[in-house]
């Protein structure tokens, strides 16, 4: 099974850029769907992003609007997601996620079973 770490959280002004990475270990990487969500104080986790094993089909929570670009290196096992235009309702902790399996259709629809701790992500007015 694969452990999942993230790391690029941190506090930006509005309108500002953020770029996370989840690096995967202890598993085939490549053989993974790898997702991002994100939690709110007192929120339900939300889908972000997803992007399937080969990098060559994504899928993007309505609210990302074009600002957020997910990509992957299955060479270094990780994982990124270029936040672009933050706004403060973007502010909550980011988890990275895996599910198992060469799927490219249904990202945001699959079981992830596989999630990392988590990085903030605080977005100031």
């Known amino acids: 099974q694969v452990q999942l770490v993230e790391s690029g959280g941190g506090l930006v002004q509005a309108g500002g850029s953020l770029r996370l990475s989840c690096v995967g270990s202890g598993g085939s990487f490549s053989y993974y769907v790898m997702g991002w969500f994100r939690q709110a104080p007192g929120k339900e986790r939300e889908f972000v992003a997803a992007i399937n094993w080969s990098g060559t089909a994504t899928d993007y929570a309505d609210f990302v609007e074009g600002r957020f670009t997910i990509g992957r290196d299955n060479v270094q096992s990780t994982l990124y997601l270029q936040m672009n235009s933050l706004k403060p309702e973007d502010t909550a902790v980011y988890l990275c996620?895996?599910?198992?399996?060469?799927?490219?259709?249904?990202?945001?629809?699959?079981?992830?079973?596989?999630w990392g701790q988590g990085t903030q992500v605080t977005v100031s007015s």
């Open positions: 996620a895996a599910s198992f399996g060469r799927v490219s259709s249904g990202l945001r629809r699959l079981q992830y079973n596989y």
